[in-house]
């Protein structure tokens, strides 16, 4: 199971940091995930880490956004700074062909 969770309401520019608690299975092993969906669009990936090597990122958020795990809290984190209205959306963690429910992310002046 995942479990995210640090989404809200911010103005453009402001930060925020996702989580995604992972139980019944333990991240160190495994590649992750982020992906949003914003309203009336596709779910697309945010960003991936693999077990081994660089984490790669969507065009759209590189530089603002950094994935990182915390494998002795068995949680990935998506640190989202200078955030944009179009960054609106609801955020996911996926790994090991499971979905977590989202938090939904709104980026309004």
């Known amino acids: 199971q995942l479990v995210e969770s640090g989404g809200g309401l911010v103005q453009p520019g402001e930060s925020l940091t996702l989580s995604c608690a992972a139980s019944?299975?333990?991240?160190?092993?495994?590649?992750m995930r982020w992906y949003r969906q914003a309203p009336g669009k596709q779910r697309e990936l945010v960003a991936e880490?693999?077990?081994?090597?660089?984490?790669n990122y969507a065009e759209s958020v590189k530089g603002r956004f950094t994935s990182s795990r915390d494998n002795s809290k068995n949680t990935a984190y998506l640190q989202m700074n200078s955030l944009k209205p179009e960054d609106t959306a609801v955020y996911f963690c996926?790994?090991?062909?499971?979905w977590g429910k989202g938090t939904l992310v709104a980026v309004s002046p």
């Open positions: 996926y790994a090991v062909h499971t």
């Open positions: 019944g299975m333990f991240i160190d092993k495994h590649s």
């Open positions: 880490m693999p077990l081994t090597g660089p984490i």
